[in-house]
């Protein structure tokens, strides 16, 4: 049998570029050799580039998406995105893909454009009536805004954080109004939009969601506890800082609606591949609020994902590989 060629591209533009590798690194590590040619593709803003065992470093032919080695050109059966911010979780390097028609494994141009940005993922997911939005507020650099306006519509304590990134960079939880400017202004480095939020009580839950041929279906779900006061990015990177329980210890009615509820939002929003939805169960209402939608879930040995499939009783290896030979069958 034929191997077939997979580009695995890690790496990108934003802050999430060393926890991209890591997640690269796992994935590398669990696509069958037997089955598939792995070439890890590092994007960055100066090349994207192959390197051999060697450490001869190949740029790729963006022309068409290829690699010309010592051995001949290397066109590509699918691209495994494992890009975590710009450009790989923003909609922009599926748009690259598709005019070349090369299939990949996350959600489409336009869904991941969507969920990228939280406010009008959230505007959206909204409109869906089937699960709590907290209150917020959208700010965009370089229009005007007033902190007593905001102030009048949402109550602290508030989350502030950037509008389009991940990993928690630049969010900071605000308690009183000499906060709020710093938090804007901390958040504004690292995005052009920034969304301030109402803080929602209760238990953060995560749960994977995936879909191969028709069949929809969902990881066993985390509870995450953080010993920080949020799940910022030292509590999600740094092994200890956060306790992550899979599966999460709820009861069989809270697992259900978390599953249909996450499943209805990946189906209406057209998502495709594995995707991460994080939600906050309430506390005192046992209401369920959604909090975000991962296009690019983190796949490191630390990540959540992983867990999730282990704890689903499946191996890394046949999860990747089916996520890998449905995307080349969706796209044949």
């Known amino acids: 049998m034929k191997k077939k060629n997979i580009a695995l591209l890690a790496g990108g533009y934003s802050g999430e570029y060393v926890i991209s590798i890591q997640t690269a690194t796992t994935i590398e590590k669990n696509l069958n050799p037997d089955i598939y040619n792995t070439y890890k593709i590092v994007v960055t803003r100066e090349g994207w580039w192959y390197e051999e065992s060697d450490g001869t470093k190949i740029e ?9 080695t010592r051995t001949g050109k290397v066109k590509f059966d699918c691209a495994f995105i494992a890009i975590h911010g710009t450009p790989g979780e923003d909609g922009r390097m599926q748009g690259y893909l598709d005019m070349l028609q090369i299939p990949y494994t996350t959600c489409n141009a336009i869904v991941s ?11 959206v997911v909204k409109s869906f009536n089937i699960v709590g939005i907290a209150n917020s507020v959208h700010l965009i650099k370089g229009e005007p805004y007033n902190i007593g306006a905001i102030l009048e519509q949402l109550k602290f304590p508030l989350f502030v954080k950037p509008n389009e990134s991940g990993s928690s960079l630049g969010v900071s939880k605000v308690k009183s109004v000499e906060e709020i400017m ?19 009580e209760g238990r953060e839950l995560t749960i994977g969601v995936y ?9 066993p779900p985390t509870e995450i506890v953080s010993k920080n006061e949020f799940f910022d990015y030292e509590a999600k990177y740094t092994p200890g800082v956060t306790n992550e329980i899979t599966p999460a210890h709820i009861t069989e009615t809270i697992h259900e609606q978390l599953r249909s509820k996450a499943m209805y939002i990946y189906r209406h929003l057209n998502c495709r591949g594995v995707v991460r939805m994080d939600f906050i169960l309430q506390k005192g209402t046992g209401k369920l609020y959604f909090l975000e939608v991962n296009t690019m879930p983190g796949q490191s040995e630390n990540s959540i994902v992983p867990q999730q499939v282990r704890a689903a009783g499946k191996s890394l290896m046949d999860f990747y590989g089916d996520l890998v030979e449905d995307c080349i069958k969706h796209n044949s």
């Open 211 to 219: 879909r191969i041929g028709a069949y929809l279906q969902t990881l």
């Open 60 to 68: 790729i032919d963006k022309n068409d998406f290829s690699l010309n």
């Open 113 to 123: 454009a969507l969920t990228f940005n939280k406010s009008y993922c959230n505007k």
């Open 182 to 200: 710093p938090a804007i202004e901390k958040a504004f480095k690292e995005d052009n939009q920034v969304l301030i939020e109402e803080f929602i």
